[in-house]
């Protein structure tokens, strides 16, 4: 199966939505879907795409309820998937995140996403796609996850470095959404939407690369990236992979249950 991880701009998109190796996904929210989407693409709840069981309901959903969500869609082993919400990138890069996770790596984010596609013209519709849905068995490939455990064995030794997309006052403590706060002992903090460019339509940011290594995350430091419930951590994890970082994992626990374990250390 062919690997690539990179950039779709959405003139280049408009010209090829008839090309049927390609499978366009929508992550935005429900209701915005079935007013206007992208001509053809298909779409997937971003609800579905966490366990939503207690007491970690951001957790990676069961085998059985991921092969649902790629089965309802039609995913295919020769397609070419290009992914899209409305918010800057985080419930796609979920999505490419589980895409990962059961081995499909040939994929795309649309650059801006629905925001770009619509504020630049191209067109829109209500219309819903016929679907050919498939029958696959898949397999959860656990090298691009990461679980407190491990993370927990890592931190003396210092050999991964932390990417903590949240905000600076959930970063600093501030700001609590769990029984701790603070961070994970030597994480670096890097809010995720300081990579967008606003004034382009919250595309990836041409210099996120340098901005990044300027804070000291390094595109060839084995990486864990996470927020609160790795949503918007899906969005990091998705730019590690467009950017080249040679090993980036995401932690689906994130602050949720780090915060709320009873041996997890933090800083503030």
């Known amino acids: 199966m062919p690997k690539t991880y990179n950039l779709i701009e959405s003139e280049s998109l408009s010209e090829r939505l008839n090309e049927p190796n390609l499978l366009i996904v929508d992550l935005c929210n429900d209701a915005l879907y079935s007013r206007k989407h992208i001509p053809g693409a298909v779409h997937v709840s971003p609800k579905t795409l966490m366990a939503g069981s207690f007491p970690t309901p951001n957790m990676l ?19 070419h998937v290009i992914a899209y919400d409305d918010e800057g990138g985080g419930w796609a890069g979920r999505f490419l995140w589980t895409l990962d ?16 596609w619509h504020n630049e013209g191209h067109p829109t519709t209500a219309d819903v796609p ?11 490939d656990r090298s691009p996850i990461v679980d407190a455990e491990e993370i927990m064995r890592s931190l003396e030794g210092a050999q991964l470095q932390i990417w903590d997309a949240r905000s600076e006052g959930e970063y600093t403590g501030i700001t609590l959404y769990a029984e701790k706060g603070g961070h994970i002992p030597g994480a670096i903090h890097c809010e995720w939407t300081n990579m967008m460019d606003f004034q382009r339509n919250q595309r990836i940011r041409n210099d996120a690369l340098t901005r990044l290594e300027d804070l000291g995350i390094s595109q060839k430091k084995p990486t864990i990236t996470h927020c609160q419930s790795h949503h918007r951590s899906g969005f990091t994890y998705m730019l590690g992979r467009i950017l080249g970082f040679e090993s980036i994992r995401a932690y689906d626990g994130s602050w949720a249950e780090w915060g709320n374990h009873p041996h997890t250390p933090v800083e503030i």
């Open 101 to 116: 996770v059961i081995g499909h790596k040939n994929w795309s984010y649309l650059n801006g996403g629905l925001i770009a």
């Open 130 to 140: 016929v679907i050919k849905t498939t029958h696959r068995d898949l397999v959860i």
């Open 61 to 79: 959903p069961s085998i059985e309820q991921i092969s649902a969500i790629i089965n309802s869609i039609g995913l295919t082993e020769e397609k």
